[in-house]
């Protein structure tokens, strides 16, 4: 069964502050990883992709890889009100799909 | 920036009827995909089309749905008899060079079944 995991939150963090989200998956020969951030009753808008292991940054987005540990996460630093939102984590597990987590939902507070 | 776009944003439908859910692929995308979105659930996987064929599918690809690129614009899904576990978020997507660089998404049709 393949699956992706992520803790469903809420995650409250204060505006400024840095969110942290992670992501576990059971395919140990999964090779892309993606970041969506879905607003509720919206579509997922992809935010980050990463492939190697290690950090990948982006403006105020760092994703990070551990192939071995099967962990990938997210940082948002400087957390805005505007980054409240699902985050979905969705992997690439052989084939042309994506599996996606079940997203953690993440509240700024001002 | 280019989009995907599908219509109608949201569609109601009599438990039994067939609908057809409507998807303007980025116009260069060669890989294109219908993923869908029970209230409350994880995105799930449908169906992929490339090269004018299904290249995979998920176990809810059942026969009862059919995907069709029936011109060089559109791409559609079709549920011949819909149930009411069918009510769901329908994305379309698209991309370029297949998963490998992620994809972009429609804004969904919300299919609501009666």
């Known amino acids: 069964q393949k699956e992706v995991e992520q803790n469903s939150g809420p995650l409250s963090v204060p505006e400024g502050a840095i969110a942290s989200l992670n992501c576990t998956y059971s395919?140990?020969?999964?090779?892309?990883f993606f970041w969506y951030r879905q607003y509720s009753g919206k579509s997922p808008e992809l935010i980050m992709s990463?492939?190697?292991?290690g950090d990948k940054e982006d403006g105020r987005f760092t994703a990070q890889l551990n192939k071995a540990s099967q962990y990938v996460s997210l940082l948002i630093r400087d957390s805005q009100p505007s980054d409240s939102a699902t985050y979905l984590c969705?992997?690439?597990?052989?084939?042309?799909?994506?599996?996606f987590g079940p997203g953690t939902r993440l509240s700024v507070l001002p | 920036e280019p989009e995907v776009t599908q219509t109608p944003s949201h569609q109601v439908t009599q438990m039994g009827q067939e609908v057809i859910l409507r998807c303007v692929p980025i116009?260069?995308?060669?890989?294109f995909y219908w993923y869908r979105q029970i209230l409350g659930q994880k995105v799930e996987f449908l169906v992929s089309?490339?090269?004018?064929?299904?290249?995979?599918k998920s176990e809810i690809f059942d026969d009862q749905f059919s995907v069709e690129r029936p011109d060089g614009s559109n791409f559609t899904l079709k549920i011949r008899s819909t149930k009411l576990e069918d009510s769901a978020m329908y994305f379309c997507?698209?991309?370029?060079?297949?998963?490998?660089?992620?994809?972009?998404f429609g804004s969904g049709t919300r299919l609501t079944v009666v």
């Open positions: 997507a698209s991309s370029d060079i297949g998963t490998s660089y992620g994809y972009t």
């Open positions: 395919d140990r020969g999964s090779q892309s």
């Open positions: 990463i492939y190697s292991n």
């Open positions: 969705a992997v690439n597990m052989r084939g042309q799909n994506f599996v």
């Open positions: 116009s260069n995308h060669l890989y």
């Open positions: 089309f490339y090269n004018n064929e299904i290249s995979e």
